[in-house]
């Protein structure tokens, strides 16, 4: 098990998804190395089960993520029918990918946009910035 504070993890989950949605969320760890092992989906709102499924699965050669779209309740994949609301907007950076200095990415994100994002999160290999949204916006697409 890695060394993080999973009870954090839990309660950035909360506050990012807050009172917009009672829709699942979908954490997911994956082997960072493609076919290196299964997937291990969870969907779910209950911060004691996000964070006992993070404390078995994050483990060397594994990473966590959540889906930043909730997923219908009773869906049992993440697939896209299976997309309920997006309570913010996003944007990935690939630092590293694309030489970018974190810094200066942050800087600019905060100071040069006329909304700088609410969130952003260091994802290991670059920048996650999320606005969040006062009311989810419904993205359930009918089959």
């Given at each position: 098990?890695?060394?993080?504070?999973?009870?954090?993890?839990a309660?950035?989950?909360?506050a990012f998804?807050?009172?917009?949605?009672?829709h699942?969320v979908?954490?997911?760890?994956?082997p960072?190395?493609?076919?290196?092992?299964?997937?291990?989906?969870?969907?779910?709102?209950?911060?004691?089960?996000?964070?006992?499924?993070?404390?078995?699965?994050d483990?060397p050669?594994?990473?966590?993520?959540?889906g930043?779209?909730?997923?219908?309740?009773?869906?049992?994949?993440?697939?896209?029918?299976?997309?309920?609301?997006?309570?913010?907007?996003?944007?990935?950076?690939?630092?590293?990918k694309?030489?970018?200095?974190?810094?200066?990415?942050?800087?600019?994100l905060c100071?040069?946009?006329?909304l700088?994002?609410?969130?952003?999160v260091?994802?290991g290999?670059?920048l996650?910035?999320y606005w969040l949204?006062?009311e989810?916006?419904?993205?359930?697409?009918?089959?």
């Amino acid at each position: 098990m890695r060394d993080h504070d999973y009870g954090a993890v839990a309660d950035f989950l909360a506050a990012f998804f807050g009172e917009t949605t009672e829709h699942a969320v979908e954490i997911r760890a994956l082997p960072q190395e493609h076919g290196a092992g299964p997937n291990r989906p969870l969907f779910t709102r209950d911060a004691e089960l996000v964070q006992a499924h993070c404390i078995r699965w994050d483990g060397p050669g594994r990473a966590v993520y959540f889906g930043v779209a909730t997923r219908l309740n009773g869906a049992p994949q993440g697939r896209r029918e299976d997309l309920a609301e997006l309570g913010a907007l996003w944007v990935d950076i690939d630092l590293y990918k694309h030489g970018l200095d974190q810094g200066e990415v942050v800087a600019a994100l905060c100071t040069q946009l006329l909304l700088p994002p609410s969130v952003i999160v260091n994802s290991g290999g670059g920048l996650h910035a999320y606005w969040l949204l006062n009311e989810a916006i419904d993205i359930h697409v009918a089959t």
